[in-house]
């Protein structure tokens, strides 16, 4: 789908579908005014007749019956004017994409939402309206039938429409529409990357396997300057020590393979290093400690974290940006049980030395960051980042629409939670309570996986404080996407079901914003 940016009349704007905004309360003025006009005051006499209020998400579709250029017209709810924000300005215009594929509509038009009296800039506000439209569209139909697929054309484009002086900043209707464009291209990049990220996870376990995963990021690095991929093999994972990750790769048929990205722009004493570390077992049975079969269903997600680095590392290069150093690393296997497979007891050495007791297989998550944390400290960044669907605990504390994240650098959190802000995703921080890191220690070896003294209480914490031992001080933030990597139902507009891309437009805004 092709979003662009164009001053018309939106009246005259020849569509398959056209979409007028109402506020609740609002009076007939402005475009939606000139578009009833035009209608002969249709719009009037359907929301007087329909009882329609405006609120968000309501919709009014019905024909124009020649009387515009455009077949139909929607009018869309947005809510109380005091409501309108970047993410209703998002959600909105996934909400007029797919009324848009119901309809059989190939080219929509609307206007550039948000950016009268609820004051949204207008780059901004074309930058929600693209990610809106392209998540929103997004469906996963690899495995469907070609009679399946047919509808998923529409829409093919929208058209943003744009008239007058913005009111907040005064630009003329050229800058306007060049800050507009601006906005389309960072949201058309977020989008492709989520989108990048959504593929990975959506495909099935038996085809996304540690190899075809470590393929995935091999290929991503190929002819992009200042990108580079190293993929080492398990003799190599051997000779690093990385025994925790090992514990948790040896049930399984599969090979493990551990990815390192590189992405290099600029020289110097100035650029920033962050390393994105990304939890990547691409199907989690809980190995011996087996899950129950429902719980299984769809544990195809537990590489989300690593989709999501390398959903970043699509578009880097397209981002420009200067004075950085980006690192993605994954350690990626299978958690399966078999003849082989770590047992509960067993005690696995870290590749930073440390000794670990498995008391329970299916906390194998922070097995594998341990050692991936650890080569990442190694890297000397000035910060690291794990994105990690860790622990159903969050799910639990948060709900299936939050992030939990923490971490142990001030500074670092609230460049996180100001960039969760802008990408419109939903994080929570937790904290890193210091009487809880003495539940992490272990009679036999000096760390467990689990906390059995807390009862199975602040589980998504006492993870944290387990990772934090790998992280040697370094400023750290962990980010737990067990809930939001996963739609179960589409709750959310721009969020279908299947895999959702979390984190990755936050982590994106985070590296423009340093």
């Not at 609307?110 to 901004?124: F, R």
Request: aromatic share 6%; charged share 25%.
């Amino acid at each position: 789908m092709k979003v662009r940016i164009q001053q018309a009349k939106l009246e005259k704007f020849p569509c398959d579908f056209l979409v007028v905004k109402w506020i609740m309360g609002q009076k007939m003025d402005g475009s939606t005014g000139a578009v009833d006009k035009a209608l002969g005051g249709l719009i009037s006499k359907m929301i007087k007749e329909q009882e329609f209020k405006g609120k968000e998400g309501e919709m009014l579709v019905f024909p124009t019956f020649g009387k515009i250029s455009a077949k139909q017209v929607m009018v869309l709810g947005l809510g109380e004017q005091k409501n309108v924000t970047v993410d209703v300005v998002r959600r909105a215009t996934a909400r007029i994409v797919k009324e848009a594929r119901h309809q059989h509509a190939k080219r929509v038009a609307t206007i550039l939402l948000g950016t009268g009296t609820a004051k949204i800039e207008p780059s901004v506000a074309a930058q929600a309206m693209t990610e809106g439209a392209w998540l929103g569209a997004y469906a996963y139909a690899k495995y469907k039938s070609q009679e399946a697929k047919r509808d998923l054309i529409y829409p093919v484009e929208l058209v943003i429409i744009t008239s007058g002086v913005h009111e907040t900043s005064k630009l003329n209707e050229a800058e306007k529409i060049r800050a507009a464009q601006r906005g389309i291209r960072e949201g058309e990049l977020n989008s492709q990357a989520a989108i990048f990220a959504r593929d990975l996870v959506n495909e099935p376990a038996s085809s996304m396997t540690p190899k075809n995963l470590a393929d995935a990021a091999a290929v991503l690095a190929k002819g992009v300057p200042g990108m580079t991929a190293k993929i080492y093999r398990q003799s190599q994972i051997e000779k690093m020590g990385m025994g925790a990750y090992l514990a948790v790769a040896k049930g399984s048929d599969h090979e493990p393979y551990f990815v390192h990205l590189t992405y290099k722009s600029g020289t110097g004493s100035q650029i920033k290093k962050v390393v994105i570390v990304g939890k990547g077992i691409t199907f989690d049975s809980g190995g011996l400690s087996l899950k129950p079969s429902q719980a299984m269903e769809s544990m195809k997600i537990d590489m989300a974290g690593c989709a999501a680095m390398l959903g970043i590392f699509s578009v880097l290069s397209k981002l420009k940006l200067q004075n950085i150093e980006v690192h993605g690393i994954s350690a990626i296997c299978e958690n399966m049980p078999s003849g082989r497979a770590m047992k509960p007891g067993d005690v696995v050495r870290a590749m930073d030395g440390k000794t670990i007791e498995v008391l329970n297989t299916d906390a194998e998550g922070r097995l594998t960051l341990a050692d991936a944390l650890t080569y990442a400290v190694r890297l000397k960044p000035d910060y690291i980042i794990d994105l990690a669907t860790l622990t159903g605990a969050c799910v639990v504390a948060l709900g299936e629409e939050v992030s939990g994240y923490m971490g142990n650098n001030r500074e670092l959190l609230e460049k996180i939670k100001k960039a969760a802000e802008v990408s419109g995703e939903k994080i929570w921080e937790l904290p890193l309570i210091e009487e809880y890191r003495q539940f992490t220690k272990s009679q036999v070896a000096d760390l467990s996986n689990i906390t059995p003294g807390m009862k199975g209480s602040a589980g998504a914490i006492t993870a944290g404080l387990f990772l934090e031992e790998f992280v040697d001080k370094k400023s750290w933030a962990h980010i737990d996407i067990a809930g939001p990597s996963w739609a179960e139902k589409d709750v959310n507009p721009w969020a279908p079901k299947g895999g959702t891309g979390c984190g990755v437009r936050t982590i994106l805004e985070f590296l423009k914003g340093i």
